[in-house]
């Protein structure tokens, strides 16, 4: 495989950033057709249960709009007709996944709906309760949209975190297989209805491509996306698996789809989208989610930007290096910093529990653009005070 093209890690770094939109500065007043354009670059955004600060979905556009109106994407998400942009599935984990795009996931479908590539526990129940799960589409269909606590026959969860009841085993299997659909969310509670009631019938109607063919549309987009990627980058954009993305691949970079590419520090294959832009500067700023695009892959992560990132939610509190909830702050085209936030919705504050720079990155140099950031975070979140350590307070004038 020659390699065509050698880059250096600056250059990979602009067109990473570039690809997902952080070039551009950001609106004076964001509306819903800015939203589309992201969504438009990103391809779907990533949904989490954890909401110290702000649920994962909102927060990517957030990263690129500023201080937009959470109502567009709510609506894009779960509003009636034409406003819905996005339905619900797994692309990158749980997913907000722009509409025109199911016809590219119903191989998953059919394969979860085979048992293969879903949670061991989910497809022994899809075995072991057939007529269970029958039951339970037929009384969505009756009912819906309903959540998984008010089926009829749905049974008790069993102990706590992931104790499912049989009611959530039998719609998660439904899911997977994409004969149910989530038309809309209470709180963060999933709503489940049959897709014919919540996906438009253009989209539904939409032949389904094969297998190896959608796999491959896929994979563009994932390159698209990222601008420049590691095979492990490529198929993790939408958790393709190994084995599959392996052999679409070299089918790709035939067709002159990805082209591969040398660049400075980062061994082993590496692709680049044919469409990337190099702009010559990239003057970003912005507080990033641990579920965004541009950090997913932890490994790119370190590669483009020198930076070691691990979420530590799960890392028991005395063994934590930097907080429970730390988000990388990008600037220009670096990331400079990594701040702890939680937002004190009761108190009205946004609490910054820890701030720290990177080793490259003076404080008072990263000060001023920080502090416009966060103002601009608590005035989005609706909270009228920041608290900051104490060693920054003057620093960043909170």
Not at 3 to 17: C, D, E, G, P, V
């Amino acid at each position: 495989m020659a390699i065509r093209t050698k880059l250096s890690l600056s250059q990979a770094r602009r067109i990473a950033l570039t690809a997902q939109g952080f070039h551009e500065g950001r609106p004076e007043a964001a509306a819903a057709r800015h939203l589309t354009r992201a969504l438009d670059r990103s391809h779907l955004l990533q949904i989490d249960s954890v909401n110290v600060l702000v649920r994962a979905h909102y927060m990517p556009l957030f990263s690129r709009l500023g201080a937009y109106d959470r109502a567009f994407l709510e609506n894009a998400a779960w509003g009636k007709g034409k406003q819905r942009k996005v339905f619900e599935y797994w692309g990158h984990e749980a997913s907000l996944i722009r509409l025109d795009l199911h016809p590219l996931f119903r191989w998953r479908m059919a394969r979860a709906a085979a048992g293969k590539g879903i949670y061991g526990g989910i497809a022994r129940f899809g075995v072991e309760k057939r007529a269970f799960i029958k039951e339970v589409r037929q009384e969505i269909a009756a009912r819906g949209p309903i959540a998984a606590g008010e089926l009829s026959q749905g049974g008790k969860a069993k102990g706590s975190w992931w104790g499912w009841s049989d009611g959530k085993h039998a719609l998660e299997w439904l899911f997977w297989a994409g004969e149910v659909t989530t038309a809309t969310r209470r709180g963060f509670e999933r709503l489940y209805d049959l897709p014919e009631r919540v996906i438009p019938s253009a989209v539904l109607n939409t032949p389904t491509p094969p297998e190896k063919e959608a796999q491959r549309e896929l994979l563009r987009l994932s390159i698209r996306a990222l601008g420049i990627a590691s095979e492990r980058c490529l198929r993790d954009y939408f958790r393709i698996k190994p084995e599959d993305a392996k052999a679409r691949i070299p089918e790709l970079v035939e067709a002159g789809d990805l082209v591969p590419v040398a660049v400075e520090g980062w061994g082993g294959p590496v692709y680049l989208d044919p469409q990337a832009r190099l702009p010559r500067k990239v003057e970003a700023r912005a507080l990033v989610s641990p579920f965004d695009p541009i950090v997913w892959e932890r490994t790119r992560t370190e590669k483009l930007f020198d930076f070691h990132y691990r979420i530590e939610i799960y890392t028991p509190a005395e063994k934590r290096e930097f907080g429970y909830y730390c988000l990388p702050f990008l600037l220009g085209e670096d990331i400079v910093a990594r701040l702890d936030l939680k937002a004190d919705r009761a108190a009205g504050r946004l609490i910054v529990h820890s701030i720290h720079p990177e080793h490259h990155a003076a404080p008072d140099d990263i000060a001023p653009a920080l502090s416009e950031e966060l103002r601009l975070m608590a005035e989005w979140l609706g909270l009228d005070e920041i608290t900051v350590p104490k060693s920054w307070v003057k620093r960043l004038g909170l």
